[in-house]
T-cell receptor
Framework: GAGVSQTPSNKVTEKGKYVELRCDPI?????LYWYRQSLGQGPEFLIY????????DSGLPNDRFFAVRPEGSVSTLKIQRTERGDSAVYLC???????????FGSGTRLTVV | EDQVTQSPEALRLQEGESSSLNCSYT??????LFWYRQDPGKGPEFLFT???AGEEKEKERLKATLTKKESFLHITAPKPEDSATYLC?????????FGTGTSLTVIP
């Protein structure tokens, strides 16, 4: 596609539920990042994929968070047993080269009630 | 300790009133400094990458410069459509560290 697509754009879930957030990167982009952005803050790194593998998952806050990219394109961020503190905008970005400018999606706004 | 600090947090300018935004960083071994623009409800939009001290990049009314410890985003004769949050990020290792941004409002 022309840009990075993230679905859903908004997700409201109850505390304790499981959610999946999807990212469709720009075709051919091998590098993919997930970030989390809270109101008034800059994006916070979660995980970086180079191809199919997670090259750096040091930003995942705990073991309730997991991400996959099985075929090196679409990525899914999975959050188990959601907590109210997980509420934020989850951003995905992709690039040909991780040191070049990244194209971000519009994000998924997750609200845990 | 914050790796990236942006100032001011918010800036209001009259249309045509030039100014500069600051991004200071403390990481060593910088592998690139990035400027992004973010509109409400949207993801950040890439503006510039700077790799070495002394480098400058320009795009329309925006000019980014880089020294060994900070970067400036100069806005010349801004227009209301330049209103947005401007984020800077530094590449270090596999990660990008973002600042908290400067919210710019340009008043007609």
């Amino acid at each position: 596609g022309a840009g990075v697509s993230q679905t859903p754009s908004n997700k409201v879930t109850e505390k304790g539920k499981y959610v999946e957030l999807r990212c469709d990167p720009i075709s051919g982009h091998t590098a993919l990042y997930w970030y989390r952005q809270s109101l008034g803050q800059g994006p916070e790194f979660l995980i970086y994929f180079q191809g199919t593998g997670a090259a750096d998952d040091s930003g995942l806050p705990n073991d309730r968070f997991f991400a996959v990219r099985p075929e090196g394109s679409v990525s899914t961020l999975k959050i188990q047993r959601t907590e109210r503190g997980d509420s934020a905008v989850y951003l995905c970005a992709s690039s040909f080269d991780r040191l070049r400018g990244y194209t971000f999606g519009s994000g998924t706004r997750l609200t845990v009630v | 300790e914050d790796q990236v600090t942006q100032s001011p947090e918010a800036l209001r300018l009259q249309e045509g009133e030039s100014s500069s935004l600051n991004c200071s960083y403390t990481v060593s071994g910088l592998r690139g400094l990035f400027w992004y623009r973010q509109d409400p409800g949207k993801g950040p939009e890439f503006l510039f990458t700077l790799y070495s001290a002394g480098e400058e990049k320009e795009k329309e009314r925006l000019k980014a410069t880089l020294t060994k410890k900070e970067s400036f985003l100069h806005i010349t004769a801004p227009k209301p459509e330049d209103s947005a949050t401007y984020l800077c990020a530094v590449a270090w290792g596999n990660q990008f560290y973002f600042g908290t941004g400067t919210s710019l409002t340009v008043i007609p």
